[in-house]
């Protein structure tokens, strides 16, 4: 019996309800919103895509325009400046990673077993590219990694929170007993490295890579000698 | 006693002696030739450094122009095409990195020791970057991955050769015994992930991540069980 549920009133609308409800539940003004959302989303989806393969550095308002058949003056209104369009890039590509391969492996139990799911998912994401350029915080990462600035924040805050979800599995993984105790900061930054080098191969033809990565991967995940 | 101290006759010269000797011999000619090659590390020096900090795609004839003082058709009448001055530029890059890496490294014994001494040279060249984006060919591997062709081609030759240094020496420290058996191509990929992770992290301001991937790197060259 929550606000989420009250009647909407031309008082709690006049106060900003646009930002409490969906947009379906408000007119004509929230169609428009509606509208915007969608072209932000293809716009965004064509901007990962070029930005895997080329270099978040590459998308333009000009070349997205040609791409989606959208207006360049609507996809600047809707972005207004680079920057904040590839910020939002590394946002929606950092979702899209999230349904890929974080959220799918949560039905694992934490430690050693959602690691290994996690890794499954990854590895799908990696083999058949969500992105056209392969691993999109690999690619733009390395590419991004000498430009101070907000893109570059929001690559590193992604990475940080990638690096997160697999310091928290190491951590119940060596909790359980399930490994022997580690450097949980330094099996984090060797598991990224070996995903990233990965990926990097795969892109370039080299199949064996991922399956490198995960022999080396799952020589870490070995039960403590008792 | 060989050909290298014969006179330079005009027949020699006819048939080609600009390729056999150094052009400082050859008079005119090769003064314009010698001025082409010093215009040519110029630009390639900048190459390399616009390279690595905002990759291979895109440097081009008109930035180089602006950034050396030099004119654009001069750099054109060198380079002929965008792609050929890519993959000079992989190739320079190549030299640097082996007169800074590969070389001084070869005074260390076969083995460990090499390979320590060709940590310790890769760790200063990451360090104190002889580029200025880092290691140039992980920040243009990692760019380049998803684009079949020639320049590729010569990322990946380089960094086959690299790999290569570092799976014989690997191989002489088994020989050795100075470590234990190990799968040779698997520690090569781990090897050189780690560094690319390194690369990537330091030039992102975490100043710890060479330590980091050393760290992990010393752990494999240990010792045989007795």
Redo the contacts between chains.
């Keep these: 019996m929550g606000s989420a549920t009250e009647p909407v009133t031309a008082r709690s609308s006049a106060l900003g309800s646009r930002a409490l409800l969906p947009p379906e539940q408000s007119g004509v003004t929230d169609k428009r919103l509606l509208r915007g959302a969608r072209t932000r989303k293809i716009v965004l989806r064509q901007a990962v895509d070029v930005a ?4 978040l ?2 998308i333009s308002f000009g070349h997205l325009a040609l791409a989606t058949g959208l207006s360049k003056a609507g996809i600047q209104t809707l972005f207004k400046t680079k920057e904040i369009l590839q910020v939002s890039a590394v946002e929606f590509a950092r979702e899209l990673f999230i349904d890929a391969v974080i959220r799918p492996a949560r039905s694992a139990p934490h430690g050693v077993a959602r690691l290994r799911a996690l890794l499954d998912h990854w590895t799908v994401y990696a083999e058949t590219p969500l992105f ?3 691993c999109f915080r ?2 733009n ?3 991004f ?4 600035g907000p893109v ?1 924040d929001a690559l ?1 805050n992604d990475q940080r929170e990638w690096h997160g979800v697999i310091a928290a599995e190491l951590g119940h993984a060596v909790e359980n007993g399930e490994i022997a105790e580690l450097d949980v ?2 099996a984090v ?2 598991i ?3 995903l ?6 795969l ?3 080299d199949t064996g ?1 991922v399956g ?2 995960r ?2 991967i799952d020589g870490l995940l070995v039960a403590p000698r008792s």
Aim: aromatic share 2%.
């Design positions: 895997s393969l080329e270099g550095g590459s056209a350029g392969g690999a690619a990462l390395a590419d990694d000498s430009h101070p570059r590193l900061e330094l930054f060797q990224d490295a070996l990233c080098a990965a990926n990097t191969a892109q370039a033809g890579a490198k990565a022999r080396i």
